[in-house]
């Protein structure tokens, strides 16, 4: 199956070594896409894991989860991308069928050799 990041790759030769902790990704693109990609495979744990320690409080392993399953995830697209910042828009479709976007810049951390999702602004 092709990676739902976008990527143009494998999933196994994609984002699945990340979700199944064989290695970390190596860039905070790398690990945006591979959340998303979290996303739209349901892979709460994973998506709470990558949350920086001082934002889990806010986003629990349950909501992650449920944001992932209620949420029909089209396609990732990265407007831009930096050391520590990805701008990215994400489509999926809303409770009416029709196409909407999750525009946002993430802010990222890296610690201990592992990235980490931080916040974001929305646009």
Partial sequence: ??????SN???AACCEP???KLT??????GLMRSR???FVLAKA???YETTHLSKRKENSKDA???SARNTKWLKL???AASHNQVEFKAFYLNKSLQTEVLHEKSNFKLENGKWYYVDGVFY
Avoid: K, R, W
């Fill in 64 to 66: 992650y989860l449920q």
């Fill in 24 to 29: 970390f990704a190596p860039t905070a693109e």
């Fill in 45 to 47: 744990d994973y998506l």
């Fill in 36 to 38: 998303y990609s979290a």
């Fill in 9 to 11: 790759f494998i999933y």
């Fill in 1 to 6: 199956m092709n990676c739902p990041c976008g």
């Fill in 18 to 20: 990340y979700h199944l």
């Fill in 77 to 79: 697209e990265i407007v």
